[in-house]
């Protein structure tokens, strides 16, 4: 048979350092962000959101930063813990959208 | 928990038999939204209902799936005639109204033999 074998982006960082996961969306017209968490065998998790009328978004230890010149997104994890170990995605959602559109996600492993 | 729940949480079936799945959305989301996700990949938009109107579906949707939402409340997602390129996450999410966050249920993980 077949194999299919995952090609997501990796990231590994000791517990306890701060984490920062990239994400290029692709439309200009794109007004609403959202990063969610997805650990394995669960649904997509809410973490944090931003519209294109901010650069900056911080919640409980993370912060969402939108570069609307470059088209990009990213996502700064504090103090990293085991339990953000997990695939991340950035939804991006056009202004006249009823979806988002998610990118590849990155996989995100914390080393205790 | 998000409040979304999707039932079964796992499927098996032999190509060619039928499948359905089932998603119950947060009580008060008017609109309700069906993905697919396959391996290493994030969620690709199959289609979303207002209320019990399904207003958009994806080129994803071949005419082999079908879905519903009668009520407006639960809705349900049929495959016929499954295939082994059907094999996916199937995710279920709801929200109150366009452009704002979207709750996903846990998934119907559908395997094809």
């Known amino acids: 048979g077949e194999s299919v074998g995952l090609h997501l982006p990796t990231l590994s960082v000791q517990e306890g350092d701060n984490s920062i996961i990239n994400c290029a969306y692709s439309n200009s017209a794109s007004d609403y962000f959202i990063w969610y968490k997805q650990e394995s065998g669960k649904g997509p998790q809410f973490i944090i959101d931003i519209r294109s009328n901010m650069d900056k978004r911080q919640g409980q230890r993370v912060t969402v930063l939108l570069n609307k010149t470059v088209k990009h997104l990213s996502l700064q994890i504090a103090a990293t813990q085991p339990g953000d170990s997990a695939v991340y995605f950035c939804?991006?959602?056009?202004?006249?959208?009823?979806?988002?559109?998610f990118g590849t996600g990155t996989s995100l492993t914390v080393i205790p | 928990d998000t409040g979304v729940s999707q039932d079964p949480r796992h499927k098996i079936t032999k190509r060619g038999q039928n499948v359905t799945f089932r998603c119950d959305p947060i009580?008060?989301?008017?609109?309700l939204y069906w993905y697919r996700q396959t391996l290493g990949q994030g969620p690709e938009f199959l289609t979303y209902?207002?209320?019990?109107?399904?207003?958009?579906k994806s080129r994803l949707l071949s005419d082999r799936f079908s879905a519903e939402r009668p009520k407006g409340s639960f809705s349900t997602l049929e495959i016929q005639r499954t295939e082994q390129g059907d094999s996916a996450m199937y995710l279920c999410?709801?929200?109150?109204?366009?452009?704002?966050?979207?709750?996903f249920g846990p998934g119907t993980r559908l395997t094809v033999l």
């Open positions: 209902f207002q209320n019990e109107a399904q207003l958009e």
């Open positions: 999410a709801s929200s109150l109204v366009a452009n704002n966050e979207q709750f």
């Open positions: 939804a991006e959602n056009p202004f006249t959208g009823n979806q988002f559109y």
């Open positions: 009580s008060e989301h008017n609109r």
